[in-house]
């Protein structure tokens, strides 16, 4: 039985605990054992909502978790299997390594990290413990995009001639922290990132992107961006956020990529395949979201002694490199800058 304990309780901590609770549910070798946020409240289930419907029909008994308000009094008196951090971005290095140091596994929400340096150490981390370390880029995990990197590698419909990304929403509410640059990076970096994560996970590292982007929360960082990604053979590759979309506008995420004998379009609910020649049709995909996925998949990982594949340490470092460069290039108003 694998012991898991979970940090951070806001809306995405809830959903992963709630993801976790299914597994048990279904039979899985898991078992939920403790919880931590410095919000005491939040240990009990309160806390704000998220932009992305993902609450269960079952009841939580928050009575049948020990609770920490501190990450080492948890790691101290816990013997943990497998750490879930759901952080602000600005803790994600320092508690992941932290955690790893104390022998557990961890898998950490998305984005892996402030900046490729801080990736590096949680990396170290992982290898000097001879521990798995997941990052929570979901997307890869989410049916629609697996759909996509399904035909992207299979060659169905030929070579991807372009692509378009984006997704938006309003301004984040969930945390001052996510408003403040040096704490959250911005759209750019806590929400932008599942595209850029996308576009590398399909295609690889880009040879050079240029980013423009918009400042219109004071403070923030970049709050609506818009980035092409240059690739060798030339294919149109871009994406697009904004998370100023704010009266009822919810929330929105979606992509259309374009092969040379057919195209692909996912609008947020459902799949659409047009080949060329031929009627369309739509996807079957499974009705589930990626976290359940993910988190299904880190558990079997961890339960059979088998490494992680699907979104590796290395691998979403990759992304964050690349979300760099696209900072630079905003920052010099589209610029083309290289990506190392």
Request: hydrophobic residues 40%.
């Amino acid at each position: 039985m694998l012991n898991i304990a979970l940090i951070g309780l806001g809306f995405m901590g809830k959903t992963h605990l709630e993801n976790y609770l299914r597994l048990e549910r279904e039979g899985a070798p898991v078992r939920v054992v403790a919880l931590c946020d410095v919000d005491e409240a939040k240990l009990n289930g309160e806390g704000g909502a998220g932009n992305i419907e993902t609450s269960s029909e079952h009841a939580i008994d928050y009575g049948r978790f020990r609770k920490y308000t501190s990450v080492q009094e948890m790691l101290d008196n816990e013997k943990l299997d497998i750490v879930d951090i759901t952080l602000p971005t600005f803790l994600h290095r320092d508690v992941t390594v932290q955690c790893l140091n104390a022998g557990a596994n961890v898998l950490c929400e998305k984005p892996m990290a402030m900046n490729a340096a801080e990736c590096d150490e949680m990396i170290a981390a992982a290898e000097a413990n001879g521990k798995q370390l997941m990052i929570g880029q979901c997307l890869r995990f989410w049916p629609a995009y697996v759909y996509l990197q399904e035909l992207v590698t299979s060659g169905k419909f030929g070579a991807v001639t372009s692509g378009y990304f984006y997704r938006g929403g309003g301004t984040p509410s969930w945390g001052p922290w996510v408003l403040r640059k040096e704490q959250g990076g911005g759209a750019l970096l806590d929400m932008h990132v599942h595209d850029t994560d996308m576009v590398n996970w399909l295609f690889g590292k880009p040879q050079a992107v240029s980013t423009t982007g918009r400042n219109v929360i004071a403070g923030s960082g970049y709050d609506i961006v818009s980035t092409n990604y240059r690739y060798e053979d030339d294919k149109i590759i871009t994406s697009h956020v904004d998370w100023t979309l704010n009266g009822d506008f919810g929330f929105e995420m979606g992509y259309k990529v374009n092969f040379e004998r057919g195209n692909v379009q996912f609008d947020g609910s459902s799949v659409k395949v047009n080949p060329n020649g031929e009627p369309g049709f739509h996807a079957e995909l499974p009705a589930d979201q990626g976290y359940y996925y993910q988190q299904k998949e880190f558990t079997e990982a961890i339960a059979k002694g088998q490494a992680v594949e699907a979104a590796t340490p290395a691998s979403t470092k990759a992304s964050i490199e690349i979300v760099t460069a696209e900072r630079e290039s905003a920052d010099q108003r589209g610029a083309w800058v290289l990506v190392p």
